[in-house]
Each structure stands twice: as structure tokens, then as C-alpha cells.
């Protein structure tokens, strides 16, 4: 319904009553409890609804008696394994906020996201330990560190299966919270601009963010799901909670190995990708895809950045019996997909766009400058409102006041339109913030580490149109005056000092000088257009 230039989804739909977001995946997994649930295809191991939920509540106990307690904040960083989401809801059900750390994230990036929380707690895979030790250990907040996997890398680490302590599930109850509006994660993001801040999501965000998730599609025709997206993101892991949490088998790999993948979908009888827009491009362009049967997939999901439609319709090409390539539109900020198009018997898509608001959720479209709520097929920034939307930015009340409008909305630094229908299409990006493989980069950290070379006087990072992973950080650069350095000798540079996905992928571009506006801000739409013209 479009009324007032606001496009609505409908009334709210009904939240069944739990007392924690917890207690929702623990009441869930006790009704099929002896059926496979999850797999790890890397390893071949499988765990049931039982299991998983008797290894929750034996590590929750655990997590009690080394003194984890109500309002603690943990945090968890390691590639997805069996091991992440016991730990994360076994943390969440004593009480404890759970955040996320970016497996892939540097010595500072880690420093910084986890000074925004403090956690008491860091659970890490024997990976990133091995990497990221000695960095977690020098914050003096941290008191204990917990490995999920391997050989111990250190005597001041415990081992996650020496936390736990066995328990009756029956005599278990996860901790209560206070109206549901007690924070259960902090999940890091931009937003549209600057350096990472820690989104704030309620128990009630994500119980609403899950139950629309569920609208309109009947988990009863899908039997399995494979998944590669990364569960520190919110995108992975909440998607993954719910297929749990329908009794749908979720198959899931810790990265995208192409043969691998094929195999897997094709070993599992995989009938529901949720994919990126990489993995469509290489489902439509690899000649690999063919030398497998993929005939099982009847749909996919894709989500993190828009999609083209000469994508989608090669994509559909190697899946013979899938009946859409669907995407959906959400931000952190909102905890899960807020827009998306619509699945089953009421499956409506329309080719290069990203769908219909789900129900309890508004979206405008304003004028950049006047923030005037623009009308059907006028090109705006997308603003959401909703029962999913964050509670703000821990900590950093100035960057929520500017996340959100006076009425309430999001901002989402998209810009987009909606059509007669209210379908919604995202056609360009206002924000500053780089999308790499779904992974976001903020300009700011990166021109950070370039100012730090002596040649550089000043520079500007923006993302590059790529079809196949979304955007590549390409720098502008000036140089102090007499300065020489090569382009090569600069991305050396900064490789050493950037996280894979925050490289300079799209390159370094010298220029005279780099475009700000009266109060010094980057016109970062400027050099996009000078991007354009190269």
C-alpha cells in the first residue's frame, strides 16, 4: 500500500511470546530434536537438534560458572563451524550480549570494534587465535579467552570443550530479559559513513527480523539450505538460525571453494542457495557448473548488494528447476532483510529489483538535499522504519542521532525508487561505505594506512564498479610536493598493513588534488564521476 509517499508492508505480524531470543532457538530445536540439522561439508560432521541443544546448555552452564553473568558482552570471532552458534546462544541465554569480530579483521580493526564493547569474554577459532593472540590478550578488559577448535595455542586459553559442564536440558531455563529491549547483539557496521560502530540489536529486533524472514514462505517444501555466508554478519548468521529454528537441514562450508561448492549441492540434494552476488556471477559464467547436476535447487537467495538482471537470467540458465533467483534488502542497522521479493505461491519478482516492504515496515524515498518524501519512480535516498530497526550505536549517540531521521526512519545511504506497485529498485549508492563480496569497507580506515606513507599529502577511497564482486576500493592520491613514490611501491604498502578485503583491488589513481567541500569532507561522488570517465 503507497499512501503519503510511504510505502507500506502491512500491519505488524504476530510475535509468538518467548522470554529471550535464546529461548525462542531452544524451544525450537526441542521439536524435532533427533533430526540432522546441521552439517558442516568441510568436515562431513553432522549434529542434531538434540545435540546442538544439549551442547548450548552444557556450555552455558560453563559460561555461569567461569562468571559470565546478565549484561556481560561476549565476543566471537572464527570462521562458521558447529562450534559458533552453540557458543553463541549458550552465551546469549546466560544473559550475556554476544558481538561479532570479522575473522579477516587486522591488528587495529580488531582493537578498534572491540573498544566500542568491552567484552569480558572472546571466543576464538584456533585460526584467528594463531593470527590474533597476542592482540586480543593486550586489552585489559578480556579476562578470559576461549578456543573453539584445535590444539591449545596457549596456556592462558581455555579449551571450548573444557568449559562445558553436562546439564539436564529438562532442569535448564535460559536467563529472562527485561521486555525483550535487552541488546543480544552487537554486530559491527558503517552504517553510510565513517569507521565501524556497534550496531545494537534487541532480543525483540531479532525475533521480528526472523518471524518476517519466515513470511510467505512454507519451510515445509525446502529440506535443505547451503550456505557460505559468514556467520560473524548478520546476514549469515541470522539466516542460518531461522532455517535451524524451521527444522530446514542447513549445509554450510567456512568459504566459497567453487568445486567444493558444486559437490556439496550436489551431494546433499541442496534445494535453497543463500548466496551473494558472486556466487550467482559464477553460477552463470563457470564452465564448472556444468560438469555437476544441480537440478535439486528450486530457489535462491541473494542478498548484501544489487544484483543485475543479465546476472540473474545466466544464473537461471544452470539451475533447470529453480523457480527464482530472489533477493531481499536490509542493513544491519534493520538486523535482517526488510524488503525482499516474495517466495512460494506468492513468488513475485521483478528482474533487477530487490522487492516488496515485509510486513510492519515503511520505506520512503527523499529528495538528498530537501528530504522531501519523493513519489513512485523517483530516484531518492531508501529510508526504513520498523520493528527491526536497531535500539542505536553503542555508545556513539551522535552517529544515531544521524543514522535516523525525526521520524523515526533509517537511513540506508541507497538510492532507489519504487515503482506503481510499491516493488522497490536500487539504482546507485550515497553512502561512502565500499561493498567487497558482500564484506563492507570503510574509505576511512583505509585512507588512514595511506596518509601514513611520507609521500602521500592526501586521498580519497572509493569503490569501483565490479560485476563480479560488487565494488573494488580504488584510491585517489596526492603526492607532497618533490614526493615520488610508484603505484606498485603503494600498494605494497598498504597491502602489508590492509585486511584482504579492504585492499586496493581497483587500483591507485594520482590526481592534483583531491575534491572536499567547505567543511572538508570528501566529495567522494566527484571522484566516482571521475572513475567513470577512465
Not at 524488503?339 to 519478482?349: A, V
Request: proline share 4%; hydrophobic share 40%.
Amino acid at each position: 500500500m503507497i499512501e503519503d509517499n510511504v510505502v507500506y508492508g502491512g500491519p505488524c505480524v504476530e510475535v509468538p511470546v518467548y522470554s529471550s531470543f535464546a529461548t525462542y532457538v531452544i524451544e525450537k530445536l526441542k521439536e524435532n530434536p533427533d533430526r540432522n540439522i546441521l552439517i558442516n561439508a568441510d568436515t562431513g560432521h553432522a549434529m542434531t537438534s538434540k545435540a546442538i541443544l544439549q551442547e548450548i546448555v552444557n556450555v552455558a552452564v560453563g559460561l555461569k560458572q567461569i562468571g559470565v553473568e546478565k549484561g556481560d558482552i561476549v565476543a566471537i570471532s572464527s570462521e562458521n563451524r558447529n562450534e559458533f552458534i552453540t557458543a553463541v546462544i549458550a552465551a546469549i541465554s546466560c544473559g550475556a550480549t554476544v558481538t561479532s569480530i570479522n575473522v579477516l579483521s587486522t591488528k587495529d580493526e580488531i582493537i578498534h570494534v572491540l573498544s566500542i564493547s568491552h567484552p569480558k569474554i572472546v571466543f576464538c577459532s584456533e585460526a584467528v587465535l594463531k593470527q590474533q593472540l597476542d592482540t586480543i590478550k593486550s586489552l585489559p578488559e578480556v579476562k578470559k579467552i576461549i578456543q573453539l577448535n584445535g590444539e591449545l595455542v596457549h596456556d592462558d586459553v581455555i579449551l571450548y570443550k573444557d568449559v562445558m559442564i553436562h546439564t539436564n536440558v529438562t532442569e535448564y531455563t535460559a536467563e529472562e530479559v527485561e521486555d525483550l529491549t535487552d541488546v543480544a547483539l552487537i554486530m559491527n557496521s558503517s552504517g553510510t559513513t565513517g569507521l565501524p560502530k556497534g550496531v545494537m540489536l534487541t532480543h525483540m529486533n531479532i525475533l521480528y527480523g526472523l518471524k518476517m524472514f519466515n513470511n510467505g514462505r512454507s519451510c515445509e517444501s525446502y529440506s535443505t539450505v547451503l550456505t557460505v555466508a559468514p556467520w560473524y554478519h548478520v546476514y549469515g548468521f541470522l539466516t542460518t538460525i531461522e532455517f535451524i529454528a524451521s527444522n530446514v537441514l542447513i549445509v554450510y562450508l567456512s568459504g566459497f571453494n567453487t568445486k567444493k561448492y558444486l559437490s556439496t549441492i550436489e551431494e546433499h540434494r541442496v534445494d535453497v542457495l543463500i548466496a551473494v552476488p558472486p556466487i550467482i556471477v559464477f553460477l552463470g559464467k563457470s564452465p564448472l557448473v556444468h560438469e555437476h547436476d544441480l537440478s535439486s535447487v528450486k530457489m535462491v537467495w541473494c542478498a548484501t548488494a544489487p544484483l543485475s538482471a543479465e546476472t540473474t537470467k545466466l544464473a537461471m540458465k544452470s539451475l533447470p528447476n529453480c523457480k527464482g533467483i530472489l533477493q531481499g534488502y536490509g542493513m544491519t542497522e534493520t538486523t535482517l532483510t526488510v524488503i525482499k521479493d516474495l517466495d512460494g505461491s506468492n513468488c513475485s519478482q521483478k528482474t533487477g529489483g530487490c522487492g516488496y516492504p515485509l510486513p510492519g515496515i515503511r520505506v520512503k524515498v527523499v529528495d538528498v538535499e530537501s528530504r522531501k518524501k519523493l513519489g513512485i519512480n523517483q530516484n531518492g535516498e531508501i529510508c526504513l522504519k520498523g520493528p527491526s530497526n536497531m535500539k542505536g550505536y553503542l555508545g556513539n549517540e551522535a552517529a544515531t542521532r544521524e543514522a535516523i531521521d525525526d521520524e523515526g526512519y533509517v537511513k540506508t545511504g541507497d538510492i532507489g525508487y519504487y515503482d506503481e506497485d510499491g516493488y522497490f529498485f536500487i539504482v546507485d549508492r550515497l553512502k561512502e561505505i565500499i561493498k567487497y563480496k558482500g564484506h563492507q569497507v570503510a574509505p576511512a580506515i583505509v585512507e588512514n594506512v595511506i596518509l601514513e606513507h611520507n609521500a602521500v599529502a592526501d586521498c580519497g577511497v572509493v569503490g569501483a564498479p565490479d560485476e563480479v564482486a560488487g565494488e573494488l576500493p580504488t584510491a585517489f592520491v596526492t603526492l607532497k610536493t618533490n614526493a615520488q613514490v610508484t603505484k606498485n611501491e603503494l600498494l605494497e604498502f598498504t597491502n602489508q598493513r590492509l585486511s584482504p578485503i579492504s585492499r586496493l583491488r581497483g587500483g591507485i589513481i594520482f590526481i592534483d588534488k583531491i575534491p572536499r567541500n567547505g567543511s572538508g569532507k570528501i566529495m567522494r561522488r566527484e571522484l566516482k564521476l571521475i572513475l567513470g570517465k577512465l
